[in-house]
């Protein structure tokens, strides 16, 4: 069925070379970031242990244009911050800049939910044993929600590879601008095909690894 389409093997995995970069610095960037991002969110909360308005209001605005924002425009908004860090606003690293600010905002959002859920007796029994704020962070209160931290991780990968794919638009190669390029726009189905399956592919594996994960280390 992908005879036609094989002929494109090299470029094939060079797009998929392409998608694993910009995928992969714009999660390392959600961990980075996005994760104290994340957990500054929840401590900033009304009732919460440092209760912050001001901060709360200014953080979740932030966080709430850059997730409401579409993303393609987002993309063209954002050529001359793009040119400013990486000197360039065509290619794939210049794609990560774009994809690594809306994975920050994401998974922020996908972390104050999971710490939400941690009982906040968990807390008060950290604080009355004396924890430091770091060990209460990294000791108690990532350890109870880290199933639902990879959860959201994982469900933010996969929106990632999603929105990897209109990366094209800006020079940044992947595997869904090999199917615009090469499938649809040569008017090639197969191509077109074989490079959707490859993203299914890509996507199921993510998927499956990260809800493994989860649940070995969910201790419910």
Known sequence: MFEQAFQYQELMWQSIGETFVMVGISVGAALLLGLPLGTLLFFARK???YENRT???VLNSLVNIIRSFPFLLLVVALIPVTRLIVGTAIGTMASTVPLSIVAIAYYSRL????LLEVPTGTLEAAMSMGASKLSLVC???YVEA????ILGLTTSTVSFIS??????????????????RYGYQRFETEVMAYAIVVM??????VQFTGSTAARLLDKR
């Open 139 to 141: 000791k108690f209160l």
């Open 200 to 205: 299914i592919i890509l996507v199921q594996l």
């Open 111 to 114: 972390v104050e939910q999971s």
């Open 146 to 149: 880290r199933s639902g931290l």
């Open 47 to 49: 009732g919460q242990l």
């Open 55 to 57: 901060l709360s209001v």
């Open 163 to 180: 929105f990897s794919t209109v990366m094209g638009i800006v020079g940044g190669g992947g595997v869904g601008d090999f199917a615009i």
